[in-house]
């Protein structure tokens, strides 16, 4: 272990910086790419279904790699995993740029989803290891923020280059930026311990990656066949028993690809529960929004893009206020502040879903990203302190992937439940996508008031332990 001195300096800023820009052209595609759903829907002349997996397909590789992120911070340089992510994530977005077919597509946003699995667990390990702790809550909004910005910046981004350049423009435009920050990280990235030689866990990790793909997989086939079909409801078996095994196995194994035992924190695992909640509700949205209103309202890819950016942009800038307001007087305020305004969205959704207009998505997104920005890098923050400091590594990889594995069913779940309406109502398809959004908007409000229920839970937990 190197003896390092916990500092914010010009190094710590520009390392984070970074690592953030592969994580915010990561959102910014997957964003983006959700206003083009539309125009790839008739130039490969796929359906709702097929073309999520754009989304879908990167959130599973983010899903499987994440959880290996402890391993390669104990066993390699962070400067080191930082050029592997940068090689990864730039071949992919080459590829995408020039791709023929959409299977072709598909192949460069898994290879960019290698990229970003290594590169978002890497931005929080460099804020959790050299951070100085009373400022860890507002630099860990900080680093967050780079990721909440990004839903801002991509339907708005992938709108406009459409409109003018069409959708291939959208991966050149970011290959400057990707060569800007592989020369930032060079310089600036730095580790605070040497790397230690661990075995890698095949095991745990082939167990993981299963019943993570068999989840993701159950839920976008789902919008097809529908959820009692014998293979949807044989998938969802497989996730959950391959789970029960790997954490069984983990617990006995001497280097699991991360240690089960953090879930034995009560309060930990409630909050990753909420963190998984809200990016549920952030993507789902976000793929929602852009498409009902190309689909429904017949608005153009530029105003559909652009409807999320206002909201975007105040729920953004709330991030690093909520973890300034956590380090001077608690979590608890802004998360439940946060949760309500969730709250509150979703049921203004789902009760207007029938009668929503541009201005009304506008406003109503706009508490929404004001709930997430008070909520969900103050909830990982809070989540990740009730941790040891042994433990907050795998607590990390635990936070991020199901962070991303959330997201990735959110987006499944809300395309199988407009894509089930769709199919029953072929010859209407905007009167069904319609029908669908409100489906999928009422699961998002009850899934709200979820994550309001276990926050509550877990200050109540953490009041009992300071009272004992």
């Not at 300096?9 to 083009?36: C, H, R, Y």
């Not at 899903?63 to 050029?83: C, G, Q, R």
């Not at 460069?108 to 929080?124: E, K, S, V």
């Not at 959704?349 to 709930?371: K, P």
């Amino acid at each position: 272990m190197e003896n390092y001195e916990r500092k914010i300096d010009t190094k710590l800023i520009m390392s984070i910086i970074a690592t953030g820009i592969m994580a915010f052209t990561g959102v910014v595609i997957e964003t983006a790419m959700n206003v083009t759903f539309p125009t790839l829907m008739r130039e490969f002349q796929i359906n709702t279904s097929t073309v999520q997996w754009l989304t879908t397909g990167y959130l599973l590789i983010l899903s499987v790699i994440i959880p290996a992120s402890s391993y390669f911070k104990k066993n390699f340089t962070l400067k080191s995993l930082f050029i592997t992510a940068e090689i990864f994530f730039t071949a992919g977005t080459i590829l995408d740029a020039f791709a023929p077919s959409f299977f072709i597509l598909l192949a460069g946003r898994i290879l960019q989803g290698f990229g970003a699995g290594i590169a978002l667990p890497l931005m929080f390990n460099i804020v959790l290891d050299q951070v100085p702790l009373n400022h860890l809550g507002t630099m860990m909004g900080a680093a967050t923020l780079i990721i909440a910005i990004s839903p801002a910046v991509g339907p708005s981004f992938g709108g406009f280059i459409i409109n003018y350049w069409g959708w291939r423009m959208i991966f050149i435009a970011l290959l400057p930026l990707l060569a800007a920050a592989f020369f930032v990280g060079v310089f600036s990235i730095r580790s605070t311990a040497n790397p230690v030689r661990t075995p890698f866990d095949w095991l745990g990790f082939l167990l993981l990656s299963i019943s993570f793909s068999c989840l993701i997989f159950a839920a976008g086939a789902s919008g097809n066949t529908g959820w009692n079909d014998p293979f949807i409801l044989g998938a969802f078996f497989i996730c959950i028993m391959t789970f029960i095994i790997f954490y069984k196995y983990a617990g006995k194994s001497a280097h699991p690809i991360f240690y089960p035992s953090v879930f034995h924190i009560r309060t930990f695992t409630l909050s990753v529960i909420v963190i998984g909640i809200v990016q549920f509700l952030c993507l789902g949205l976000g793929f929602l929004i852009p498409n009902y209103s190309q689909l429904v309202s017949g608005e153009k890819a530029l105003v559909a893009g652009l409807l999320l950016l206002p909201g975007c942009i105040i729920g953004a800038f709330i991030t690093p206020l909520s973890g300034r307001i956590m380090d001077r007087i608690g979590a608890r305020k802004p998360i439940i502040i946060g949760n309500i305004c969730m709250i509150a969205a979703t049921f203004l959704y789902s009760i207007l879903a029938q009668h929503l207009t541009t201005m009304l998505f506008v406003l109503i997104y706009t508490i929404f990203t004001i709930g997430q920005g008070f909520s969900s890098g103050t909830s990982m923050t809070n989540g990740l302190r009730q941790l040891p400091a042994k433990l907050r590594a795998d607590g990390n990889a635990v936070c991020t992937t199901f962070q991303q594995l959330s997201g990735a069913i959110g987006t499944a779940v809300v395309s199988a439940l407009i894509s089930a309406e769709q199919k029953r109502l072929p010859d209407q398809l905007p009167y069904a996508t319609m029908l669908g959004s409100q489906n999928a908007l009422f699961l998002l409000f009850i899934l709200a008031c979820a994550a309001l229920i276990c926050s509550v839970i877990i200050f109540r937990d953490i009041k009992k332990l300071q009272r004992s």
